[in-house]
């Protein structure tokens, strides 16, 4: 095994990639093959853990050289790749209100609606996600009222105990699916 196949060096270098995804791709790919190249020297055909470890602490964390070659990007590369950062507790607002609307628009209706419009007035004011994920929550999040109307239609129709917690079951299912989609397909901090 040489010193980039170690298991420590590859988790290293891929944290590495996942961090410099600002970069445009022919920067990160460069800066990928010299930190391999510098790894292959010093860890060599290594396979002590203590050792390894120590050549990546001597080479510096992830976000140091993150941070260097960052800093060596024209300013206008930097902001036109990165995405605008949200602060985190917006985004996860955004993600508990669409989550909690469909509970709330089965307790309450008008406070349901209330919290459905102000979680989609915040997901579609966000730079945190791309316009496939913000279409894909709302269209989640909005089939609860739709599910809440019909419940109510189909229970003036004496609807049975099964089909009322199908309907109650989808009220709640839907909005929490958005909300954890939104969650997972949210950029990471850098």
Do not use: N
Request: no cysteine.
């Amino acid at each position: 095994m040489t010193g980039t196949e170690h298991p420590l060096v590859t988790d290293y270098l891929a944290t590495i990639e996942r961090e410099a995804s600002f970069l445009p791709a022919g920067r990160r790919e460069e800066l990928l093959a010299d930190l391999r190249e510098h790894l292959a020297v010093a860890v060599g055909d290594e396979e002590d853990p203590e050792t390894v470890r120590t050549a990546l602490e001597r080479l510096g964390s992830p976000s140091a050289i993150v941070a260097a070659a960052r800093a060596e990007e024209p300013e206008t590369t930097t902001a036109a790749a990165a995405p605008k950062e949200q602060p985190r507790k917006r985004t996860l607002a955004t993600a508990i209100l669409l989550g909690v609307s469909g509970v709330a628009s089965l307790a309450a209706p008008l406070a349901g609606l209330i919290t459905l419009g102000a979680g989609l007035a915040l997901l579609w004011t966000s730079d945190a996600w791309g316009r496939r994920a913000k279409t894909t929550a709302t269209a989640l999040a909005l089939t609860t009222p739709v599910v809440a109307t019909l419940g109510a239609f189909l229970l003036a129709a004496r609807v049975g105990p099964t089909e009322l917690l199908a309907l109650l079951a989808l009220a709640i299912a839907l909005p929490a699916t958005a909300a954890t989609r939104l969650l997972r397909t949210q950029p990471k901090a850098a």
